[in-house]
């Protein structure tokens, strides 16, 4: 039986054989989480990717089965510019693989030193271009801490959510239950009601902005579990966005209320704010709400000839 099996972890140097006959070999590991291994790789056709090997961890071969399905099916259904790219998905010898999109580094690797405002803005922008199409599909992410951001560096960062794995479909509700969100990253209904919302994931949202905008997090991790619950009970966070007193640090500061219908009530609302802030200079305009047409194409006029007049009358 599958389950009985003890199945070999792959390693960097090994390669993976899909059901396909596609080969993947195995380059450094990339990042280990809870629940995977993300390795480096090469595929068939010489592109990176990034493989997601979801680790037994002494779990029921059905239990880490229904995970990799459930986040290969979320992943499988959203396509955005700014959510990662799944290329495929299967079963091998007895592991599940997700073959990802291969990112250069994670946003928590950018953490540590205020951005400008201008990368603060471009960030958020694709974060909530993703954030409002997750709402519009009925899906919370509950899970978006910098190191669940992926970016593609080329001359301006590329930002992609990943990690779908603790999200859920709210199928017509209003909220869902988790029944795994990281402490530090709980929204204040979380903590107090158990239940997170769409609204949840822009909270999540704001500790990034914070972060991103002066190096830190609003909160102190170093006191524990229950310390931290506290801060976020009692609105550290937000208090702290506040006292920044900056354009950004104001936003945010909606974004961390600690009553959800106090927050903005949506992606594209908290949009309309950032981008009227004065961050963009003279060669970097904001992007634009309409796209702009060509002019329309001119006949050229025809070469002036000599009649005795002016050349251009
Ligand atoms: N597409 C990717 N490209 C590059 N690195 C990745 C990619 N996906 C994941 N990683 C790395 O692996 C880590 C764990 O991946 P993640 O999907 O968040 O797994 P987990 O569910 O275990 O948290 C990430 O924080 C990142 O460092
Ligand atoms: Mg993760």
């Known amino acids: 039986m599958q389950n009985q099996q003890v199945p070999v972890l792959p390693r960097t140097g090994g ?14 590991l ?22 997601k090997v979801f680790l037994p961890a002494h779990r029921p071969y059905a239990a880490v089965r229904d995970q990799w ?36 580094h994670t946003l928590e690797q950018m953490i540590g030193t205020p951005f400008t405002d201008r990368l ?17 599909s009925g899906i919370v992410h509950n899970d978006l801490h910098a190191g669940n951001v992926m970016v593609v560096q080329t001359d301006r960062p590329t930002v992609k959510l990943s990690d779908f794995g603790i999200a859920q479909e709210l199928y017509g509700q209003r909220a869902v239950r988790p029944t795994l969100v990281h402490h530090r990253i709980m929204a204040p209904e979380v903590v107090a009601g158990g239940y997170s919302t769409t609204q949840s994931d822009l909270y999540q949202l ?13 909160i102190d991790f170093g006191a524990g579990y229950d310390d931290v619950v506290a801060q976020i009970r009692a609105g550290v966070p937000r208090s702290r966005a506040e006292a920044l007193g900056t354009p950004i640090g104001n936003i945010a500061s909606v974004l961390l209320r600690r009553h959800e219908q106090y927050r903005y009530t949506s992606p594209a609302q908290v949009w309309e704010d950032l981008r009227r802030l004065d961050v963009w200079g003279p060669t970097d305009p904001p992007p634009r709400r309409t796209p702009v047409h060509p002019p329309p194409a001119t006949v050229p006029p025809p070469p002036a000839r000599a009649r005795g007049g002016s050349p251009t009358s």
């Open 120 to 136: 603060v803005v471009d960030i958020s922008r694709q974060l909530l271009f993703a954030l409002q199409y997750l709402a519009d």
């Open 206 to 218: 704001g500790l990034l902005v914070y972060a991103m905008h002066t190096g830190l997090y609003p």
């Open 69 to 104: 399905l459930r986040e290969a099916g979320r992943l499988l259904l959203l396509r955005h510019p700014n959510i990662v790219y799944v290329h495929d998905s299967f079963e091998a010898a007895g592991l599940f693989y997700l073959l990802l999109e291969r990112c250069d």
């Open 30 to 51: 990339l990042g280990e989480g809870a629940f995977g291994l993300v390795f480096d790789a090469v595929g068939p056709f010489d592109q990176a990717y990034a493989v």
């Open 15 to 28: 390669v993976v054989v899909s059901p396909r006959g596609h080969r993947y070999l195995l380059g450094q």
